[in-house]
């Protein structure tokens, strides 16, 4: 896949393009991806893309409460407490990727000592499956 990807603009429903981020992008790769791999029955993959998307997903979020100018009190399903999500750069996302992929391995490695070398062997691979995101064009 070429770089491409990260700045080809987005069919919307109502015929119009839109650009978006690189996170933005990203992101769409990371759900095609783990929608492959939940057709082929890959559980430790689904499992690694699953929680990195979360990883991104609660990077992007906004801080709420007396931390955010912005954020006033509405009632429940009000879309006026709609606010855009923080944008992350490539060395953002990055730096996510690598904190998963090294919670992921310290994890292994206690799991090992432990003697469940089973457990210890799926986050391994699940790291590996999060490492070809280090790889260009996607964070380098």
Same mark, same amino acid.
């Given at each position: 896949?070429?770089?491409?990807?990260?700045?080809? #603009?987005?069919?919307?429903?109502?015929?119009?393009?839109?650009?978006?981020?690189?996170?933005?992008?990203?992101?769409?790769?990371?759900?095609?991806?783990?929608?492959? /791999?939940?057709?082929?029955?890959?559980?430790?993959?689904?499992?690694?893309?699953?929680?990195? &998307?979360?990883? &991104?997903?609660? /990077?992007?979020?906004? #801080?709420?409460?007396?931390?955010?100018?912005? !954020?006033?009190?509405?009632?429940?399903?009000?879309? /006026?407490?709609?606010? #855009?999500?923080?944008?992350?750069?490539?060395?953002?996302?990055?730096?996510?990727?690598?904190?998963? &992929?090294?919670?992921?391995?310290?994890?292994?490695?206690?799991? %090992?000592?432990?003697? %469940?070398?089973?457990?210890?062997?799926?986050?391994?691979?699940?790291?590996?499956?999060?490492?070809? !995101?280090?790889? #260009?064009?996607?964070?380098?």
């Amino acid at each position: 896949m070429g770089a491409e990807w990260f700045s080809a #603009p987005l069919e919307s429903d109502d015929g119009f393009s839109m650009m978006t981020d690189e996170s933005q992008s990203f992101l769409a790769r990371l759900k095609a991806d783990l929608r492959a /791999a939940m057709r082929e029955r890959k559980s430790v993959e689904v499992t690694a893309l699953r929680e990195l &998307i979360a990883a &991104i997903d609660n /990077a992007q979020a906004v #801080p709420v409460g007396d931390r955010h100018d912005s !954020y006033v009190f509405h009632a429940f399903g009000d879309s /006026a407490v709609e606010v #855009p999500r923080k944008v992350l750069g490539k060395d953002e996302l990055r730096r996510l990727v690598e904190a998963e &992929i090294q919670s992921r391995n310290n994890t292994a490695k206690t799991y %090992r000592s432990l003697g %469940r070398d089973d457990k210890a062997q799926d986050l391994s691979d699940g790291a590996q499956t999060l490492n070809r !995101y280090l790889d #260009p064009p996607d964070l380098s």
